[in-house]
């Protein structure tokens, strides 16, 4: 498959990351009650992690040295004065914390079990979305974008988005709420002190803006890399066979280490990033906290500060600056986010390239005549274009098989990707039943073909499966006679599991010729009104191909067909043949007018037939031997 660029997003188009963080929460919405319900439960644990603190200064100052206290709590605690004993109300105090406290540690477990729950659904929901996206793509785009690439962002990107929801959503909103409490707190207390423990903050917010500036590129390019890892190992696995065959293992391992090593490199990048922005908000926090025992000493000194203040003060302090760390956690963890949303949100904003007329309607049923007219193609929309089919006029009647033949290269496959509409003409159009295929819907017009493959892909399933692949609900019975009309059911029978036997990945357990007539079997289910078939027979031996042959024939009859082949076998079956060469039709006419042509079909069916040896003539194409 030719290299073409892939999706990259340009740069000076690409969305801010407030615009990214504003559109992720807007995809959340279906999620909003839950969250608000999350919300709800997060501050209605909040006094569960500030009550304690003001308890420490109500036993030190009310209870242990007796002055300068907290009278509101006081009342409370002694139930309007009515209990003096100390050790009374020691007891009273501390049940309180502990039951506020209590009471917080179970909301809090509510809520994060909650966005939990939430960041799951969600992620379930935007993978299936980002999936069902991809599918409906068109295949000119598939193939531009590389697998592995799509691959990770489908998994890993979306699943980088889960942990800034629960953790995200989590930190921001209850340290914000608490920071800004514990602020009202602890100025109401003392404002003197609170303004010397917290002017060293300022720092923070610079030190916040200039790691963001370093830290975004780097985690984009991560993310990049991560995919070009994926890629690696998708491409690599797939071709395992050949990588093994010409003996590249190392080869093949000094690349992947290559795409592991950049994206190492990228992630010590944010490391190294990561590493210089810590220590300095430690440095700011431990001034903070100097200024804080200084000023608060100062003034206990003076008197007007008491020692339980400074308790509770030292208990706050871990509030005011733990949220530091929090920030910078969660800032990371955002531009994370928006590393991976950015990536994911280019594959759900990619034009769809093969969009159905306005007008295009459902075809229920057709006749099944098909017309190439006056078709021009070229793969490449941009500057690289180079036309692949010029001009072409091809009828293809009800009923009657049609052979494309021709070199290779000289657009056969390209005729059959247009009549499936797998890419729209450049000029000229294509028709079915005399209506522009764009004028009908995709999934409708798909429904009429069944397409047979060289290469037949087959599911990791069960062979049952893979015929009933178009079709889950046949009986059995249904698949049986399908199998038999494929000439199939006589091997699959012999398996040890029969028709439950699993095919392997890509159906490596079976032989090409198995393969291939369990995919004429699934055509059979189908039973569509028009049959493509690509080069059915060429990936498999002269016995098997008269097996395939006769299977074919069976398929074929009543059915509108369009075939490519270099098999003279196969050809002589059709009604009509065409010779395309470079895109052009050369020759047109049944096998037998062309069969003396001076043109490439005449040179062909002659290099063919004088290949073969004239006493076994037979061994070409033997009896055909059926199963029924
Ligand atoms: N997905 C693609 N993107 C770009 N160019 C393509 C693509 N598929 C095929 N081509 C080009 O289009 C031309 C026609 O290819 P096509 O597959 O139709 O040939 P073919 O006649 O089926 O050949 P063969 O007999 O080898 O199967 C070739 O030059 C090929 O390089
Ligand atoms: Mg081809």
Redesign the pocket.
Known sequence: ??RMPQMQENPSASPTNGQILKRLWRSLRPYYGRIAIALTLLIASTPGELFPAVVWRFVTDDIIIQKHGVPWMHAWFSFGGRIHDRFALLLVSIAWMFAVYLSGELLGTLETWMLNRVAQAFIFDFRNVVYQKLQSQSL?YL?RQRIGDLMSRTMGDVDELKSFIVNGIDSIVSDGILWLATIVIVFWSDWRVSAASLWPMIGVYFLLRYFNSKIRPIYTAARERLGDVSNRLQENLSGIVIIKSFNREKEEAARFEEATRKYYDAEVRGINARNLYFPFTRIIGFISNVCMIGVGGYYMIQGSFSVGELIMFRAYWWRLYGPISTLARVNDMVQRAVAAARRIFAVLDAPEELPDNADAVDLPNVVGAMRLDNVSFS??RGERRTT?LHDLTIDIPVGKTVALC??????????LNLLLRFYDPTSGVVTLDGIDLRSIRRGSLRSHFALVQQETFLFNDRIIDNIRYGHADATMEQVIAAAKAANAHGFITQMRDGYETIVGERGVRLSGGQKQRISIARAFLANPQILLLD?PTSSVEPDSEAAIIAALDRLMAGRTTVL?S?RPSLINQADQVFV?EDGRITEQGTPRELHDSTGWFGKFIRFAEGTIDKDSDEAVVPPLQLED
Do not use: A, L
Not at 408 to 413: E, F, L
């Open positions: 498959m030719r000119s193939q793969y490449d692949v021709g070199p290779s290269g000289s657009g056969k496959s390209t005729i080069e490519t270099h395309i």
